[in-house]
């Protein structure tokens, strides 16, 4: 069985990969088997410059493949923001409730129909001697003017999937993993790595 590091100490993004790796002959380690791996400062202005610096860092710390993903929010009238600084979004001390706070303080003047949004999400697998590959999803919606649902984490609540009518923290695990930008990457990296497994 081959073991994966996934470069992420976020339970509810590491819970979402288990998830879709559960069926592969995948063993998922996270971060948290790894006390001395170092926290890798996501400094890029992509989400893959970020991505692939994290699994090329992980993967030479534990000498395991590695798997890590950038993803975030972009908001069309907010030029973008908050992009790869959506974890960050609010401060060093920034946390989902925060965060939301401050995009809803941020949008709090722009109309209905001008709310629109994206997911975003990069993932790089890092395998040994070979070199590091890149992995695209995203998922459209629009921003609401208050949270809705407890599922998911960060900006989920407030972000509108007018397909299903209802947010994305409204969604069963599974659905957002159908339909989910982490999902649409991860659903690549499984049938490339069904390709190079031994």
Request: hydrophobic share 40%; with cysteine.
């Amino acid at each position: 069985m081959m073991e994966l590091v996934v470069a992420t100490r976020n339970a509810g993004k590491l819970k979402e990969i288990r998830r879709l790796l559960e069926s592969q002959e995948i063993k998922v380690l996270s971060l948290d088997s790894f006390p001395d791996a170092p926290e890798v400062e996501e400094d890029g202005d992509t989400f893959a410059s970020n991505a692939a610096k994290k699994a090329e860092t992980i993967a030479r710390v534990t000498g395991l493949p590695c798997l890590a993903d950038d993803s975030g929010l972009v908001v069309a009238s907010l030029q973008g923001r908050p992009g790869v600084h959506s974890a960050r979004f609010s401060g060093a001390d920034a946390n989902d409730h925060s965060n939301n706070c401050k995009l809803l303080e941020k949008m709090a003047l722009v109309p209905e129909k001008q709310r629109q949004a994206a997911f975003c999400c990069v993932m790089a697998l890092c395998l040994p001697e070979q070199p590091t590959r890149l992995f695209e999803g995203h998922v459209e919606g629009m921003i609401l003017s208050q949270s809705q649902g407890d599922g998911g984490f960060g900006y989920d609540p407030l972000f509108w999937l007018p397909e299903f009518n209802c947010t994305m923290a409204e969604l069963p695990l599974d659905k957002k993993n159908a339909i989910s930008h982490r999902g649409q990457a991860l659903r690549q990296v499984v049938e490339y790595l069904s390709t190079v497994a031994p």
